[in-house]
């Protein structure tokens, strides 16, 4: 078992790439977020986004399927207690054809107040596509076991 | 058009309720999420959830669909030019049979200091279950036009 002393801040992992199709995007959107510019190529082009983008929710969906890929990936992965709350940015746009990579990692942490068996860590975690812009910049705050004494 | 200036602190509108069945809880899980309390209502029982419980990726694709759901029902909805950041808390999981209702109010607003053209707004939404409980809570700063003068 790992627990919160095993966390170390900076240290990154990477899962990825998810190819995202044009298929994928709109079969996404007409269930969720059904707008021209998710779910329509030729309107979409009428619209700000200049042409077909996925819906952001869609995008948070990648995030956390390479997160599962991650962990996947982990003989022993840490678990959380509980996900405290989240700060997120959407700064550019996922278009059809783009390859999003994700990169996460601890940066900072500290004892709980509330429970003094465990500790809390914030993860930053990011989803950069094949140009190296960033599509989406998510840091969580998560409670996480202390080893037993 | 409306514009920043239409935007009134307070006022609420309301969405829904989506209704989450254990078949959409599973679909939306097994490919974007597939942990066994995401996926297997048996293995579920006996992970911390007690029973299995949405991806926290799908709850927030309920939230987009409600949000659009909710622009549907506006003959005139304010579109804003870009969305700055959120900060996310799911608080408390979403069981198969819950029925989703939201709410989203403006909670602040103030010119904007890099575009004397446009404000920025601060909305909050909530998703409650029907019991009450407050699943999902967003807090989304927003950059809208001003009405051209």
Redesign the interface.
């Known amino acids: 078992m790992r627990y919160f002393e095993n966390i170390e801040i900076g240290r990154e992992e990477r899962a990825g790439p998810h190819h995202v199709s044009q298929t994928e995007i709109i079969d996404f959107a007409r269930?969720?977020?059904?707008?021209p510019y998710h779910v329509d190529p030729v309107a979409a082009l009428n619209t700000?986004f200049g042409g077909l983008a996925a819906?952001?929710?869609h995008t948070?969906?990648?995030?956390?399927?390479l997160l599962?890929e991650l962990s996947r990936k982990q003989r022993d992965p840490l678990v959380a207690?509980a996900?405290?709350?989240?700060?997120?940015?959407?700064p550019f746009p996922v278009r059809p054809g783009d390859q999003l990579t994700l990169a996460t990692q601890p940066i900072e942490k500290r004892d709980s107040k509330s429970h003094p068996d465990a500790g809390v860590a914030r993860t930053r975690g990011v989803l950069t596509n094949q140009d190296g812009r960033v599509v989406l910049e998510l840091t969580a705050a998560y409670l996480f076991a202390k080893r037993p004494t």
């Open positions: 269930t969720w977020d059904p707008y700000p819906s952001g929710a948070i969906a990648i995030y956390y399927r599962y207690i996900a405290l709350g989240f700060e997120l940015r959407l």
